[in-house]
C-alpha cells in the first residue's frame, strides 16, 4: 500500500515536498515513480528512482525544478518540488515498479495528493 502526501496550496516560485511511504518489507527492491493528472490531461511521469537510488529520471518539463530522492530505511520516497508554476498544478501520485526505472505504466499505485499552484 502507498500512502502519498504533502501536497497543499502554494504560489508560483513556492515549494512543496511530497512524500510516499509504502508498507511492507520489500520497498527497498522496487523502482517508484511519480506521476501527475491533471484535469482535461493524460497522466503524466514526473520523474522516477531505481531501487537503490542511484538512478533517477526526469519529465522535461520539471528538470532542475524537481528532485526525487529515497529512505529505503523509512519506506519513503520524496518529491521536492521548487520553482512550483501553476501548469504544475494536478494530482499527484506515487507508483511502485518490480521492473527497472522507466517512464511507463508502474505496478502499483498510491491515492493521490493534490498540489495547486496559483499565480
Known amino acids: 500500500q502507498l500512502q502519498a502526501c504533502g501536497g497543499g496550496s502554494v504560489q508560483a516560485g513556492g515549494s512543496l515536498r511530497l512524500s510516499c511511504t509504502a508498507s511492507g518489507h520489500t520497498f527497498s527492491s522496487y523502482t517508484m515513480g511519480w506521476f501527475r493528472h491533471a484535469p482535461g490531461k493524460e497522466r503524466e511521469f514526473v520523474a522516477g528512482?531505481?531501487?537503490?537510488?542511484?538512478?533517477?529520471l526526469y519529465a522535461d518539463s520539471v528538470k532542475g525544478r524537481f528532485t526525487i530522492s529515497r529512505d529505503n530505511d523509512k519506506n519513503t520516497v520524496y518529491l521536492q518540488m521548487n520553482s512550483l508554476k501553476p501548469e504544475d498544478s494536478a494530482l499527484y501520485h506515487c507508483?511502485?515498479?518490480?521492473?527497472?526505472?522507466?517512464?511507463?505504466?508502474?505496478?502499483?499505485w498510491g491515492r493521490g495528493t493534490q498540489v495547486t499552484v496559483s499565480s
Open positions: 507508483a511502485a515498479e518490480t521492473g527497472t526505472l522507466h517512464e511507463g505504466e508502474y505496478d502499483y
Open positions: 528512482i531505481s531501487a537503490s537510488g542511484g538512478s533517477t
